[in-house]
Protein backbone atom coordinates (compact mmCIF):
# COMPACT_ATOMS: atom_id res chain seq x y z
CA UNK A 1 0.00 0.00 0.00
CA UNK A 2 1.29 3.54 -0.94
CA UNK A 3 3.20 5.18 1.85
CA UNK A 4 1.65 8.73 2.60
CA UNK A 5 0.29 10.90 5.73
CA UNK A 6 -2.72 7.82 6.24
CA UNK A 7 -0.78 5.39 5.70
CA UNK A 8 -2.16 2.45 8.16
CA UNK A 9 -5.46 4.19 8.96
CA UNK A 10 -8.50 2.86 8.12
CA UNK A 11 -11.39 5.00 6.80
CA UNK A 12 -14.88 4.59 6.34
CA UNK A 13 -16.73 7.03 4.28
CA UNK A 14 -20.17 6.89 3.17
CA UNK A 15 -21.60 8.70 -0.01
CA UNK A 16 -24.14 9.76 -2.26
CA UNK A 17 -28.28 9.85 -1.66
CA UNK A 18 -30.36 7.26 0.02
CA UNK A 19 -33.77 5.78 -1.97
CA UNK A 20 -36.71 5.11 0.14
CA UNK A 21 -39.50 2.95 -1.24
CA UNK A 22 -42.48 4.37 -1.69
CA UNK A 23 -43.77 1.35 -3.87
CA UNK A 24 -42.54 -1.44 -6.26
CA UNK A 25 -42.12 1.27 -8.69
CA UNK A 26 -41.74 4.61 -7.36
CA UNK A 27 -38.86 6.36 -4.53
CA UNK A 28 -38.24 9.20 -2.26
CA UNK A 29 -34.52 10.49 -2.43
CA UNK A 30 -32.33 13.75 -3.13
CA UNK A 31 -30.24 15.44 -5.93
CA UNK A 32 -26.86 14.35 -4.00
CA UNK A 33 -24.45 13.10 -6.87
CA UNK A 34 -21.51 11.51 -3.99
CA UNK A 35 -19.01 13.40 -6.11
CA UNK A 36 -17.82 15.01 -2.42
CA UNK A 37 -17.41 11.81 -0.72
CA UNK A 38 -16.24 10.03 -3.84
CA UNK A 39 -13.18 12.55 -3.82
CA UNK A 40 -12.75 11.94 -0.30
CA UNK A 41 -12.58 7.82 -0.87
CA UNK A 42 -10.01 9.08 -3.79
CA UNK A 43 -7.93 11.06 -2.07
CA UNK A 44 -7.91 8.83 0.99
CA UNK A 45 -6.42 6.08 -1.11
CA UNK A 46 -3.42 8.05 -1.96
CA UNK A 47 -2.97 9.16 1.07
CA UNK A 48 -2.17 5.68 1.90
CA UNK A 49 -5.78 4.41 3.92
CA UNK A 50 -7.06 1.31 3.50
CA UNK A 51 -10.88 2.91 2.16
CA UNK A 52 -14.37 1.72 2.51
CA UNK A 53 -17.05 3.21 0.69
CA UNK A 54 -20.94 3.00 1.36
CA UNK A 55 -22.63 4.56 -1.23
CA UNK A 56 -26.11 5.14 -2.13
CA UNK A 57 -27.06 4.85 -5.94
CA UNK A 58 -24.58 7.10 -7.97
CA UNK A 59 -23.34 7.07 -11.45
CA UNK A 60 -19.32 7.49 -10.63
CA UNK A 61 -16.61 4.77 -10.96
CA UNK A 62 -15.38 3.34 -8.15
CA UNK A 63 -11.99 4.66 -7.29
CA UNK A 64 -9.17 2.63 -7.61
CA UNK A 65 -7.92 1.06 -4.33
CA UNK A 66 -11.23 1.80 -2.57
CA UNK A 67 -13.41 -1.20 -1.32
CA UNK A 68 -17.04 -0.04 -2.31
CA UNK A 69 -20.45 -1.34 -0.42
CA UNK A 70 -23.55 -0.88 -2.73
CA UNK A 71 -26.98 -0.08 -0.34
CA UNK A 72 -30.39 1.55 -1.29
CA UNK A 73 -32.03 2.85 1.71
CA UNK A 74 -31.06 4.31 4.58
CA UNK A 75 -31.59 1.66 6.59
CA UNK A 76 -29.26 -0.47 4.56
CA UNK A 77 -26.73 2.46 4.83
CA UNK A 78 -27.13 1.99 8.49
CA UNK A 79 -26.43 -1.62 8.52
CA UNK A 80 -23.56 -1.73 6.60
CA UNK A 81 -22.06 1.34 8.74
CA UNK A 82 -22.48 0.05 11.77
CA UNK A 83 -21.08 -3.44 10.27
CA UNK A 84 -18.17 -1.67 9.51
CA UNK A 85 -17.97 1.28 12.34
CA UNK A 86 -15.27 -0.50 15.36
CA UNK A 87 -12.92 -1.91 12.66
CA UNK A 88 -12.24 1.84 11.24
CA UNK A 89 -9.94 5.14 12.95
CA UNK A 90 -12.14 7.39 10.62
CA UNK A 91 -15.46 7.76 10.13
CA UNK A 92 -16.67 10.66 7.16
CA UNK A 93 -20.75 10.88 6.67
CA UNK A 94 -20.50 12.90 3.25
CA UNK A 95 -23.78 11.02 2.33
CA UNK A 96 -27.58 12.66 2.23
CA UNK A 97 -29.31 10.41 4.29
CA UNK A 98 -33.25 10.60 3.73
CA UNK A 99 -34.55 11.99 6.84
CA UNK A 100 -37.79 9.91 6.27
CA UNK A 101 -39.10 6.73 5.02
CA UNK A 102 -42.43 5.61 4.31
CA UNK A 103 -44.27 3.92 6.92
CA UNK A 104 -45.78 1.31 4.82
CA UNK A 105 -44.08 -0.23 1.81
CA UNK A 106 -47.27 -0.50 -0.58
CA UNK A 107 -46.79 -4.10 -1.68
CA UNK A 108 -48.91 -2.74 -5.23
CA UNK A 109 -48.22 -0.03 -7.70
CA UNK A 110 -50.49 2.99 -5.59
CA UNK A 111 -52.99 3.76 -8.50
CA UNK A 112 -54.20 7.29 -9.75
CA UNK A 113 -57.78 6.75 -8.54
CA UNK A 114 -58.10 10.04 -5.84
CA UNK A 115 -57.79 13.56 -6.52
CA UNK A 116 -55.32 13.74 -2.95
CA UNK A 117 -52.75 11.14 -1.70
CA UNK A 118 -51.75 11.21 1.64
CA UNK A 119 -48.79 9.18 3.14
CA UNK A 120 -46.80 9.13 6.24
CA UNK A 121 -43.01 8.83 6.84
CA UNK A 122 -41.32 8.18 9.57
CA UNK A 123 -37.76 9.27 11.17
CA UNK A 124 -35.02 6.95 9.33
CA UNK A 125 -31.84 6.19 12.05
CA UNK A 126 -29.33 8.72 12.11
CA UNK A 127 -26.44 7.02 11.19
CA UNK A 128 -24.03 9.55 12.14
CA UNK A 129 -24.94 9.87 15.45
CA UNK A 130 -25.16 6.58 16.47
CA UNK A 131 -21.25 5.95 15.16
CA UNK A 132 -20.39 9.30 17.23
CA UNK A 133 -22.21 7.14 20.37
CA UNK A 134 -20.08 3.90 20.18
CA UNK A 135 -17.92 3.36 22.80
CA UNK A 136 -14.33 3.71 21.43
CA UNK A 137 -16.05 4.52 18.34
CA UNK A 138 -13.73 6.06 15.60
CA UNK A 139 -12.89 9.94 14.93
CA UNK A 140 -16.31 10.96 13.47
CA UNK A 141 -16.81 13.60 11.18
CA UNK A 142 -20.30 14.69 10.12
CA UNK A 143 -21.35 17.42 6.91
CA UNK A 144 -23.07 19.99 7.26
CA UNK A 145 -25.21 20.95 4.35
CA UNK A 146 -27.23 24.42 4.92
CA UNK A 147 -28.85 26.98 3.17
CA UNK A 148 -28.82 30.16 6.11
CA UNK A 149 -26.95 30.78 9.48
CA UNK A 150 -24.48 27.93 7.94
CA UNK A 151 -21.69 28.38 11.12
CA UNK A 152 -24.60 28.23 13.75
CA UNK A 153 -26.26 24.94 12.83
CA UNK A 154 -22.48 23.19 12.17
CA UNK A 155 -21.60 24.00 15.65
CA UNK A 156 -25.39 23.43 17.15
CA UNK A 157 -24.96 19.52 14.86
CA UNK A 158 -20.98 18.84 15.94
CA UNK A 159 -22.29 19.64 20.15
CA UNK A 160 -25.91 17.67 19.36
CA UNK A 161 -24.27 14.44 17.43
CA UNK A 162 -20.91 14.21 19.91
CA UNK A 163 -18.63 14.35 16.84
CA UNK A 164 -15.27 15.24 16.78
CA UNK A 165 -15.74 17.24 13.57
CA UNK A 166 -18.21 18.98 11.20
CA UNK A 167 -17.31 20.25 7.67
CA UNK A 168 -20.27 22.94 6.47
CA UNK A 169 -21.03 24.12 3.26
CA UNK A 170 -23.39 26.32 1.63
CA UNK A 171 -25.87 24.58 -0.74
CA UNK A 172 -27.41 28.23 -1.53
CA UNK A 173 -24.08 28.86 -3.25
CA UNK A 174 -24.80 27.23 -7.00
CA UNK A 175 -20.35 27.10 -7.31
CA UNK A 176 -20.45 24.54 -4.58
CA UNK A 177 -24.18 22.95 -4.55
CA UNK A 178 -25.74 19.81 -5.36
CA UNK A 179 -23.45 18.14 -8.12
CA UNK A 180 -21.18 21.01 -8.61
CA UNK A 181 -17.30 19.61 -8.92
CA UNK A 182 -16.52 22.59 -7.03
CA UNK A 183 -16.61 23.43 -3.27
CA UNK A 184 -15.98 25.18 -0.05
CA UNK A 185 -16.28 24.00 3.47
CA UNK A 186 -15.86 25.55 7.06
CA UNK A 187 -14.62 22.74 9.08
CA UNK A 188 -15.77 22.94 12.80
CA UNK A 189 -14.00 21.04 15.52
CA UNK A 190 -14.30 21.51 19.73
CA UNK A 191 -11.83 24.55 19.99
CA UNK A 192 -11.12 25.59 16.58
CA UNK A 193 -12.23 26.08 13.00
CA UNK A 194 -10.80 26.36 9.47
CA UNK A 195 -12.09 27.51 6.32
CA UNK A 196 -11.63 25.73 3.10
CA UNK A 197 -11.77 27.89 0.45
CA UNK A 198 -13.16 27.05 -3.13
CA UNK A 199 -11.42 24.78 -4.88
CA UNK A 200 -12.38 21.65 -6.79
CA UNK A 201 -13.94 18.88 -4.54
CA UNK A 202 -10.63 16.69 -5.02
CA UNK A 203 -8.51 19.42 -3.64
CA UNK A 204 -11.02 20.14 -0.66
CA UNK A 205 -11.02 16.35 -0.25
CA UNK A 206 -7.41 16.41 0.34
CA UNK A 207 -7.32 19.68 2.77
CA UNK A 208 -10.43 17.69 4.66
CA UNK A 209 -7.96 14.90 5.37
CA UNK A 210 -5.28 17.10 6.08
CA UNK A 211 -7.11 18.66 8.78
CA UNK A 212 -8.81 14.88 9.83
CA UNK A 213 -5.10 13.55 10.58
CA UNK A 214 -4.12 16.71 12.51
CA UNK A 215 -6.95 16.77 14.62
CA UNK A 216 -6.09 13.45 15.52
CA UNK A 217 -2.80 13.77 16.66
CA UNK A 218 -3.31 16.23 19.10
CA UNK A 219 -6.29 14.64 20.12
CA UNK A 220 -3.73 11.66 20.77
O1 LIG B 1 -28.88 16.42 10.70
P1 LIG B 1 -28.38 16.45 9.31
O2 LIG B 1 -29.07 15.50 8.38
O3 LIG B 1 -28.28 17.84 8.70
O4 LIG B 1 -26.85 15.95 9.44
C1 LIG B 1 -26.06 15.79 8.31
C2 LIG B 1 -24.97 14.82 8.61
O5 LIG B 1 -25.51 13.66 9.25
C3 LIG B 1 -24.26 14.33 7.39
O6 LIG B 1 -22.93 14.02 7.77
C4 LIG B 1 -25.04 13.06 7.04
O7 LIG B 1 -24.27 12.15 6.30
C5 LIG B 1 -25.38 12.52 8.41
N1 LIG B 1 -26.64 11.78 8.51
C6 LIG B 1 -26.64 10.41 8.74
N2 LIG B 1 -27.83 9.74 8.90
C7 LIG B 1 -29.00 10.38 8.80
C8 LIG B 1 -29.01 11.77 8.57
C9 LIG B 1 -27.83 12.43 8.41
O8 LIG B 1 -25.55 9.81 8.82
N3 LIG B 1 -30.14 9.71 8.94
Not at 90 to 112: G, L, M, S, T
Not at 142 to 167: C, N, P, S, W
Not at 180 to 194: K, R
Request: glycine letters at 6%; one cysteine or more.
Amino acid sequence: PPKGPLSGKRILITAGPTREAIDPVRYMSNHSSGKMGYALAQQAVRAGAQVTLVSGPVSLPTPGGVHRIDVISAADMHEAVMQHAKNNDVFIACAAVADYRAADQQPQKIKKNQQELTLTFVKNPDILADVAKMQQGPFTVGFAAETQDVAHYAKDKLQRKGLDMIAANDVSDSRIGFNADQNALHVFWSGGDQLLPVASKLEVASALLTLIQQRMSACQ
